[in-house]
């Protein structure tokens, strides 16, 4: 036990760096920035693994431990419980007196044998498992409560239930993000998602073979008050089949309300506005056309984003790059921080934008970030005065690039939402194994374990009529003040049923003799 | 939004004006509660036994052998626990007023006062709720009103199970107090609408269970802390000495082994419910984000909480580290519950991050 309250305080105090440190995998941007802002500690951390304190080897070493110890404590545990359930209450001690619960009497007229009877009697009356010594000097011995150490045991090892889930979590759940425009669908292969995380033995290639596509996606956000900006519904509508050629079906998916396909859930996890352009590069050709996701910033959905035309001619059919990159601002204002955003939802929307051209590294065959424009060799388009070229853009407003190079315009908005699918078949496991911790951890609190020992002898006092001495004693794990109560209701009990063995001897006596 | 309409609106000033009420309320009764120390008396018994370090009142209420018929190391093994080191202790004080029928009379003041502003401040909360239709548990201000709720009426309950805590009233309205002034001023935000991650009901179990948690909790630790306290007044006396300056105080109290069985009691009876809490957050998290553990900041200090109270029930059935050992355990588990709740609220961000605060 001492060594499991050790291990338990050091996983505890192991979990602690997990929460003031911004982890990778969870929070890869704050991670990034606490990189920056402590070069020297993070060296440090890195190589303690600080940044990803939950799949560390001290980690999983201080929670192995404990369990192997808690192993080690609970099988041979379970063995003496099922040896415990078998055998009987144990002798009653010699001295009884001793005992924290203890009453004694002395029945005059009673029968040592009918009184030991009446105290099993009484003792099975309330349940418990009783033993009687021999006669004469006899005892009876009950025990009640097996159900404490039943639930103790289910608990701990409910805890490797626990531990089982999460072990079948990590390695055959999958999870994957999606960033779905209005209108556009999803089909559940690990090739359509941005980004995909099977478990260490899951591969990917037996997804639930569902398809989704995004209808509509609405938000309702405060108008007004100190919360104002502050959301109050989300939904998107989407329309689904449920596997190949079935009848699609319309579904809404909000914040806590998952759609659920065969064990695969579909959380809405976010959402944000794709401004919607046309690229017309030197020829006057659209080089580019469509809705491109911006990425929010922050919580009035100040978003930044990049349009990328990679296929575009500068003015003689040259092959010349075009990109793009800036602000998409919702509800716009310019103050001395710059653009910002005022409100979430599209009041008065504009786009900022700057623009290059050149070698924007669309033809390396590098895969590139979607949402990053690689500007190391192209060129930034310049004002007369030498000044960056920007523009900001209003629905339906059109940004002419200099020199003839070509045309930006905004045409629209239009919204997406980030889904998150996930299949997590540990679920159940945890669930389970979770109801039977609570069930387990109530027993082992409440159920009282408790002994209960009668004791009869003949009585030796000074006066002279025979008689017995009854003494009732208790004993229970952890001390209560229920204890008393009962070996006091028991004891009650029992001379009531030795003085009535009493009366009926005494009557049938009073009748035999005249 | 209908949040807007000039009926929540007057609800929501009424839910103010209640809360500034039951701590006007509150207030009166934690000085009647201070007035009832100051004007009670260490009470004859306790003084004679300050006075007479040997003890001859003593008695020593727990046996003091352990008992035959049990086999160490088994599982039947049925020792009582006695949690008192086996001194010969003074006997318990007859709480805060001692003998004095005047500091009685203060006292059950105090607890009528605290009573009256526990309707306040409930029907504070109710408004609030009703205000905004929803439950009144959104951000830190709510949460804050809420948990103090808790514990106040674990602290009344404690009162009406006829156990004489009167001697609880002082540090725990101090705490009310001081978890309701900071709730008015620096934590209030005007009440508003949930953000979509809070729509579920699941809001209504697990924070429920979470606040009721925290309000026994933190009647526990204050039991801890006086049986800190009281134990050390205890061996201070047994070895002859007057116990400090605090020594009226410690003598008033109910013995130390009477203050760790309360506040082991108190424990136990929450620590499924606040298991409860922690697996129904998991559950809400499998619903809303699809994982059941991700450990988020918060759900990293309540598993750390989880733990620690869990270290302090096994540390009470330990062997050497019963007593002032597993008392420190108890205490050090209530602090990371308090960290959990203002810290990780307002240090750390995370998924959990909607205490709400104003920002600046
Ligand atoms: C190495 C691992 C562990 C061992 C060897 C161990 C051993 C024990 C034993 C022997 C008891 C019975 C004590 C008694 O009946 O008084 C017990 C009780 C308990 N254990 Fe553990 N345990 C371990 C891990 C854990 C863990 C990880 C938790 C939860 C975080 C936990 C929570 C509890 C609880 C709540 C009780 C009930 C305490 C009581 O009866 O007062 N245990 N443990």
Redesign the pocket.
Known sequence: ?RT?LV??LLLALAAVPGSLVPQQERQPAQAADFRRNNPDLSNVLDTLGVFNVFATPWFAAVYLL?FV??AG?IVPRCGQYLRALRAHPPTAPRVLSRLPEHTYWIAPAADADDALRAAVDVLRGRRFRVAAGPGGDGWVAAEKGYLREAG?LV??LA?FGMLVALAIGNLFGTTGQKLILQGDGFTNTSTQYDDFTPGTLATGDDLEPFSFRLKSFHAAYQPTGPQRGTASAFEARISYTAAEGATPRDARVRVNEPLEVNGTKVFLVSHGYAPVVTVRDGKGDVAWKGPVAFLPQDNNLRSVGVVKAPDAVDAKGRPDQLGFTGLFLPTVQLDANGWVSTFPAPDDPVLVLTAYHGDLGMNSGIPQNVYQLDTERATQFRNADGTPYAKALRPGDRMTLPDGAGSLSFDGIRQWAGFQVARDPSNGTALWSSVAMGAG?CA??FVRRRRVWVRVRPHTGTDTSSGIEIEVAGLERGSSDRLGEEVGEIAAELRVRTLAACHDTSNSRTQERP | MNSNSLADQTLAQLSNWLMYSAIAVYLMAFLAACAEWAFGNTGRIARASATDPAGSVARDDEPSAPVGGTTPGSTSVLVPTSTTVRRKAPPGGHGAAGDSPRADVLGRTSVSLTLLAFVLHAGSIVTRGLSVARPPWGNMYEFSTAFALAAVGAYLAVLALRKNVRWLAVPILLSVLLTLGLAVTILYVDSAQLVPALHSYWLWIHVSAAIVSGGVFHIGAVVTLLFIGRDRWEAAVAKGRAGGRLATVWGRLPSAGSLDKLSYRLNVLV?PLWTFAVIAGAVWAEAAWGRYWGWDPKETWAFIT??AY?AY??A??TAGWKGRRAACLGLIAFSTFVFNYYGVNIFITGLHSYGGLPTK
């Open positions: 036990m499991a291990l338990l404990l110890s808690l404590c103790n608990f701990h805890l951890l082992s609190l | 620590f989880w733990v869990a029930l096994h009470r059935a």
